[in-house]
């Protein structure tokens, strides 16, 4: 089994930046694909971001690449998504997940666990 608790959201003005932190614990954290995902208000869950176990691999949604980085401590047990240049469509709930290694990145039945979520809320 495998807690994850995501923190760091909260409202900003577009074009501002947010980092998201998620907090593991549970089995070994380092053997885990971390992913972070995002629900609307009447949309379907999405992919953001993904990292492998190794932190080596990354893979981004097309609507966030080069505004969004994902990364991971492996001593902290903790993934980030750091967020710049936020704009107003990406105000949503931010979930993060972990799912074993060797799974495709991007896809949501890779993920085991999930986190209760984050709202990041993006001003005009």
């Known amino acids: 089994q495998v807690l994850l608790v995501e923190s760091g959201g909260g409202l900003v003005q577009a074009g501002g930046s947010l980092r998201l932190s998620c907090a593991a614990s549970?089995?070994?954290?380092?053997?885990?694909?971390m992913g972070w995902f995002r629900q609307a208000p009447g949309k379907e869950r999405e992919f953001v971001a993904a990292?492998?176990?190794?932190?080596?691999?990354?893979m981004y949604a097309d609507s966030v690449k080069g505004r969004f980085t994902i990364s991971r401590d492996k001593a902290k047990n903790t993934a980030y998504l750091q967020m710049n240049s936020l704009k107003p469509e990406d105000t949503a709930v931010y979930y993060c997940?972990?799912?074993?290694?060797?799974?495709?990145?991007?896809?949501?039945?890779?993920?085991?666990?999930w986190g209760q979520g984050t709202q990041v809320t993006v001003s005009s």
């Open positions: 997940a972990a799912g074993w290694t060797g799974r495709p990145m991007g896809a949501m039945t890779t993920y085991d666990y």
């Open positions: 549970g089995r070994p954290f380092g053997t885990y694909t």
């Open positions: 990292i492998n176990w190794s932190g080596g691999v990354t």
